[in-house]
């Protein structure tokens, strides 16, 4: 079992960047393939990015793509998400999950939030225009 604290949360202008921040504990983060997920109020739970456990591959949702960036830390059981170029319509709760075995075998499967095993309780951002 693995418990997920999100953090680096806040509010930002439009064309800011922020980083977020996602440490695991209990489980080695290593164990899990890692995601975040996005949430707006009265939307569905969005598929932002993936990483796989050694992070060697990285999945993207197209509204970030090219602005986002997911990376890892394994030795420090860390997952991060790096955002540039923030827009107003990126306002949402960022969720941290992560996935263990059966491991995922796809590249589709990485987007679909029900497929998750652990989450985290997200951080708030809030992108003015």
């Known amino acids: 079992q693995v418990q997920l604290v999100e953090s680096g949360g806040g509010l930002v202008q439009a064309g800011d960047s922020l980083r977020l921040s996602c440490a695991a504990s209990?489980?080695?983060?290593?164990?899990?393939?890692m995601a975040w997920f996005r949430q707006a109020p009265g939307k569905e739970r969005e598929f932002v990015a993936a990483?796989?456990?050694?992070?060697?591959?990285?999945y993207y949702g197209d509204s970030v793509k090219g602005r986002f960036t997911i990376s890892r830390d394994n030795a420090k059981n860390t997952v991060y998400l790096q955002m540039n170029s923030l827009k107003p319509e990126d306002t949402a709760v960022y969720y941290c999950?992560?996935?263990?075995?059966?491991?995922?075998?796809?590249?589709?499967?990485?987007?679909?939030?029900?497929?998750?095993?652990?989450w985290g309780q997200g951080t708030q951002v809030t992108v003015s225009s």
């Open positions: 990483a796989s456990r050694s992070g060697g591959n990285t």
């Open positions: 999950a992560a996935k263990g075995p059966p491991y995922f075998t796809d590249t589709i499967s990485y987007r679909h939030n029900w497929r998750y095993d652990y």
């Open positions: 209990g489980r080695a983060a290593s164990y899990y393939a």
